[in-house]
């Protein structure tokens, strides 16, 4: 699986950024797509995540209630879409996929065996 990630920029605090991420394909009948980031000098962390089959979703406390995560399975396109940014934002933001195998974290980085390349995203105060 492939995935390839776009969207990301500089933008100033309290403004808006839509991440994408295009899957080559979705290999499983059930898997889960992530959104990760990585500040520099700091671990990568867990933002959101869905389940491909049933569009459950998960969201890191940092991020509940301005950041929304959605699914296109007819395009094979994860979407991230970051609200009211905050300059604790600014990473470089991963996507990445993996087959449901229980137990399963969604918010965990070692759940996840395929990753895109990583996209930049600067908010400025």
């Known amino acids: 699986v492939q995935l390839v990630e776009s969207g990301g920029g500089s933008v100033q605090a309290g403004g808006s950024l839509t991440l994408s991420c295009a899957a080559s394909e979705f290999p499983w009948s059930s898997g889960s797509m992530g959104w990760f980031r990585q500040a520099t000098g700091k671990e990568r962390e867990g933002v959101a995540a869905i389940y491909t089959r049933s569009t459950t979703r998960y969201y890191a406390d940092s991020v509940k209630g301005r950041f929304t995560i959605s699914i296109d399975n007819a395009k094979n396109t994860v979407t991230l879409q970051m609200d009211s940014l905050k300059p604790g934002d600014t990473a470089m933001y991963y996507c990445?996929?993996?087959?449901?195998?229980?137990?399963?974290?969604?918010?965990?980085?070692?759940?996840?065996?395929?990753w895109g390349q990583g996209t930049q995203v600067t908010v400025a105060s």
């Open positions: 990445a996929a993996a087959s449901l195998r229980l137990p399963f974290r969604p918010l965990r980085y070692d759940s996840y065996t395929n």
